[in-house]
């Protein structure tokens, strides 16, 4: 019986396809976008400019633990922005414990109240999410509140929260459904009391004591903001952190944490999460390095174990769009194109492509481009900047040492290092010990730079200036000839001149 629907459904959507080719009948829209996170909203914008008729097919699922928002994607609602927020939350909070230095009269110690940031935050969001329908609505893009799936290469099924079925055809369709975060569902009572970013940033009271399992860039960033409202927070990490960043920078990051306050569980794996009566969460983990097992309580338990591409319900298979088996994600090729013609894929949800905002919506607007606008250039998704915003900033561009060596040889390449002292730490006695930079290059003729590193304040701002040049293929002689701005961080980057190799102490001395 299975079998034979399979087989109805399928001679469904071809006879679709041939009453429409038949009756001569014209698609609706020139490009429909499924998902209205910032890809897929720059795409339908950017080819609206061009006259074109575009429709925006958004839907959100709530979380298990009932989460949801508005139109806007995961960066607007519970990612970029809300975090960094609740970043700057947390350095104003750093900021008072300065103050005295600096002369002002602060009782301390100070509180911080959850209810009324993440109001503030909630609001600002929800403003975001208006903006957004209003920027369609002004642009001419049709906008459903709809789960799409896939009929036929050209049809789309829409079905409202409701149950309410609208059909959409296009002549061509970007998948811009993003991800959302995994759940460890082989650890017994991780789906049923744990949360994830999808949650957190929409809690209403503080989440208290908190565990948060992982240690990618959305774990740490979060545990950096909740040390820094004054949470007794706690980051579990079964191996490195920050995967894929350089691990040099990534270990100076936690050793940063640790001293700010954030515990570390290293090694370590949680088996089951259990509801006390105290409603508080009892956790038991297993020590690899110690073989032993422990427990803990906490208010709230967070998982950070990876996202997952948001693909389940497209119906992908019944159009032939080919994804990876083991991600899940989407396979394009240079121009987002997947395996069906006039179907393609942007951001996140793409096989082999940054997991950042920027790079999406460069992606969705260079392809309206090339659909409707007579342009050929393809999205350059090397040396593409980036930051984690924990408590002391990580900015870098380019390749790691790690990768560096890798591609070229450790021979081949110079690493230029500082340890520095932020101006404003100087007066506050603040310490200075994980401020440090390192530039990556190459080491013969031009000295060409292949990655820039920073930690410390502002990385992203640092880092985003520095770029640009390092796109435009920047040589270290080049950088050295830059001046730099007195007195700011910035600046030690064009002072870089100790070298890894030489062995000489990296630390900056003078003003």
Not at 245 to 262: I, K, N, R
Not at 329 to 353: F, L, M, N, Q
Not at 375 to 385: G, I
């Amino acid at each position: 019986m299975a079998a034979l629907r399979r087989a109805r459904r399928g001679a469904g959507s071809g006879l679709c396809r041939t009453l429409r080719a038949l009756s001569g009948k014209k698609n609706e829209y020139d490009l429909l976008v499924i998902g209205g996170g910032s890809g897929g909203l720059a795409c339908a914008k950017e080819a609206a400019q061009f006259g074109r008729k575009v429709a925006v097919l958004d839907y959100v699922d709530p979380s298990p633990q009932g989460t949801t928002w508005g139109l806007g994607g995961t960066c607007v609602n519970v990612g970029c922005i809300p975090k960094k927020l609740m970043h700057q939350a947390a350095l104003l909070g750093s900021a008072l414990k300065d103050a005295h230095h600096y002369g002002w009269n602060i009782a301390q110690p100070v509180h911080h109240t959850w209810s009324v940031m993440a109001q503030a935050v909630q609001n600002y969001v929800k403003s975001l999410n208006w903006g957004h329908r209003v920027q369609l609505q002004d642009k001419k893009v049709k906008y459903f509140n709809m789960k799409g799936s896939f009929s036929d290469p050209h049809t789309v099924r829409g079905l409202t929260k409701a149950g309410k079925e609208t059909i959409v055809t296009a002549d061509n369709i970007v998948i811009a459904t993003g991800g959302r975060p995994k759940y460890p569902t082989h650890i017994a009572g991780a789906l049923q009391y744990g949360i994830t970013s999808d949650d957190l940033f929409w809690l209403k009271e503080s989440p208290g004591k908190t565990l948060i399992v992982g240690a990618s860039y959305v774990s740490l960033e979060c545990a950096g903001f909740l040390t820094g409202i004054g949470l007794d927070t706690a980051v579990m990490m079964r191996s490195i952190p920050l995967r894929g960043f350089d691990q040099q920078m990534a270990s100076l990051v936690t050793e940063h944490m640790e001293s700010y306050g954030t515990k570390f569980l290293k090694r370590c794996f949680p088996t089951k999460v259990e509801k006390l009566e105290s409603n508080r969460l009892q956790v038991t983990w297993k020590n690899t390095d110690l073989g032993t097992e422990e427990t803990d309580s906490f208010d709230t338990v967070m998982w950070a174990v990876g996202r997952a591409p948001d693909t389940k319900t497209l119906n992908l298979e019944t159009v032939g769009v080919k994804t990876n088996s083991e991600t899940g994600k989407i396979i394009v090729d240079a121009s987002e194109a997947t395996s069906v013609p006039h179907i393609y894929a942007i951001g996140d949800i793409t096989e082999g492509r940054p997991e950042l905002t920027p790079t999406a919506i460069a992606a969705g607007k260079l392809l309206a481009q090339r659909l409707f606008g007579q342009s050929s250039e393809l999205m350059d998704y090397d040396s593409v900047p980036t930051t984690v915003f924990t408590p002391l900033e990580y900015g870098c561009v380019g390749l790691s040492e790690e990768a560096a060596v890798q591609c070229h040889g450790s021979d081949n390449i110079e690493v230029f290092h500082a340890y520095y002292k932020p101006l404003e730490f100087t007066v506050a006695e603040r310490d200075a010990t994980q401020c440090y930079m390192k530039m990556v290059c190459l080491r013969e003729r031009e000295q060409r730079i292949l990655g820039l590193h920073f930690i410390g304040p502002n990385a992203g701002e640092v880092i985003q200036g520095f770029a640009l040049g390092i796109k435009c293929g920047a040589t270290y002689p080049q950088l050295m000839k830059t001046v730099g701005i007195h007195p700011t961080c910035a600046e030690e980057v064009t002072k870089l001149h100790i070298t890894k190799r030489s062995g000489l102490d990296a630390t900056v001395t003078g003003c």
